[in-house]
């Protein structure tokens, strides 16, 4: 069992939701898989056996007592590669540095391949599988627009959840500071041409 994976699962997948405390938790089955997941999404890293085998065991190492929902009947089972991979170690950077520009919502999303994800979600689905060293042989596979999407490895599996998708409203900004929708394309470029950028530095006497 990697520590630094399941502390990235604890730190960004583990759900903090008081009506369903069994979620709060990463479930150790009795396969060799620990899973967590906030309802929106989902890891299964397979860790190997452990002395928490059927148990589901907070961040502080207690257990919480109940059953933990049966996970494997979310993941699709259908895995089709799209046509060119996504490459996911660029989407991962280009999603951090767009959360880091003053200009961002944290409900902003990104548009790929005609689906809409939050792009903190995925910063927080990809984050795992960078701790992981696995960004680069991360796959994300196709699923329709009501479907969870599945980006897998040898050793983790994860689904995220899409948002709502509509077309016209992809790289339009509704109102001044309101979320948007970004095109991938256009994610990709504004990280590409903007990110080597230093911010710039207001001077207080400027504004007197």
């Not at 928490?52 to 993941?75: A, H, T, W």
Request: hydrophobic share 35%.
């Amino acid at each position: 069992m990697d520590k630094k994976i399941l502390k990235a699962m604890y730190a960004n997948v583990v759900a903090n939701d008081e009506l369903r405390p069994v979620m709060n938790g990463v479930y150790f089955d009795e396969e060799g898989e620990c899973v967590g997941s906030d309802g929106h999404l989902l890891v299964v890293y397979k860790c190997g056996k452990t002395k928490f085998d059927g148990k589901i065991i907070n961040l502080s190492g207690e257990e919480i007592e109940g059953k933990y929902p049966n996970y494997r009947s979310v993941i699709p089972k259908e895995r089709v590669e799209y046509e060119h991979r996504i490459d996911l170690k660029e989407l991962y950077a280009a999603c951090q540095y767009h959360l880091r520009k003053e200009t961002s919502s944290p409900d902003d999303r990104v548009s790929i391949l005609h689906k809409t994800y939050k792009v903190k979600s995925l910063v927080q689905i990809l984050t795992v599988f960078n701790v992981a060293g696995k960004l680069k042989e991360a796959v994300l596979y196709k699923s329709d627009q009501t479907t969870a999407a599945v980006i897998e490895t040898k050793d983790i599996t994860a689904i995220i959840m899409p948002c709502q998708h509509f077309e016209e409203s992809v790289d339009v900004q509704i109102d001044e500071g309101s979320p948007m929708t970004i095109s991938y394309e256009n994610l990709i470029n504004d990280y590409a041409f903007n990110s080597w950028r230093k911010p710039e530095t207001k001077d207080w006497m400027d504004e007197a």
